[in-house]
């Protein structure tokens, strides 16, 4: 339970109370049950407003708004600094150098911005189909992401950093535990079209951490967190589109 302490505090500005455990990486394991817990909750907020005032634009946007509120927006933060970073043609030392960088450039506002404003759109577009429910599943296997690119990739930074403690220990065990939570997770209340939902994802995963490996020689935080993010676009839009041509692949 400590693992699942720590996967708590890291993911969420909640003060959880309890012992964190010793190793960050088994909060590993636990990311994508947190993420469901996040996404559950922020589903139910929204439904319910959504309920009150009839208006599923101002539902979505507070969906939007209070994911940022109760991760403590960082991986927004973690997406910024990694898009500032692409946009150099430097070393993959440089590029580090970038991405540590505190401040905010145009490439890194203009790709928050578009962030929020697609992930808007998306969840407004699941809730007029019905189908808002599967914004936990874009929460789960968001976190499913980055456990896999922590236990697959190594940390990117000599120096050491905020997210080396979550890679340098981190097993295969800890990955396969958090992808059978999420297979259970995605699999048990969405039936085929939450497993569908699961392999879109993970592939996508693991060619993004090809990626980050090549570009910036493994992970960090910031990578992390821009996984998580744009994991979590992927998965929202991967939903609108099979809720779409495949609405039977769902269970209700």
Wanted: proline share 2%; charged share 15%; glycine share 10%.
């Amino acid at each position: 339970m400590r693992g699942l302490i720590s996967a708590l505090r890291t993911l969420t500005i909640l003060p959880i109370p309890g012992e964190e455990s010793h190793k960050l990486s088994e909060a590993l394991r636990w990311f994508p049950l947190v993420g469901a817990t996040i996404g559950f909750f922020l589903y139910l907020l929204s439904t319910g407003f959504i309920r009150l005032t009839d208006s599923r634009a101002v539902g979505a946007a507070l969906f939007v708004g209070f994911s940022a509120l109760i991760t403590g927006g960082i991986h927004l933060d973690g997406l910024a600094d990694f898009s500032d970073a692409l946009q150099t043609t430097a070393t993959q030392k440089r590029r580090l150098e970038i991405m540590k960088d505190s401040r905010i450039g145009a490439f890194a506002a203009v790709a928050v911005a578009l962030n929020l404003l697609i992930k808007w759109a998306l969840i407004f577009a699941l809730f007029n189909h019905g189908a808002g429910r599967l914004t936990v599943v874009a929460f789960t296997n968001s976190r499913l992401s980055m456990t896999y690119s922590a236990t697959f990739l190594n940390y990117a930074r000599n120096e050491g950093g905020t997210g080396e403690g979550f890679v340098k220990d981190a097993s295969v065990t800890d990955f396969l535990m958090a992808l059978a939570v999420t297979l259970a997770l995605d699999g048990i209340p969405f039936a085929a079209g939450g497993v569908c939902l699961l392999l879109i994802s993970m592939a996508f995963t693991i060619g993004f951490a090809a990626f980050c490996k090549e570009f910036f020689g493994g992970v960090t935080g910031d990578i992390l967190g821009a996984t998580n993010e744009i994991v979590e676009l992927i998965t929202l839009l991967s939903a609108l589109m099979l809720i779409t041509i495949l609405p039977w692949s769902f269970k209700w």
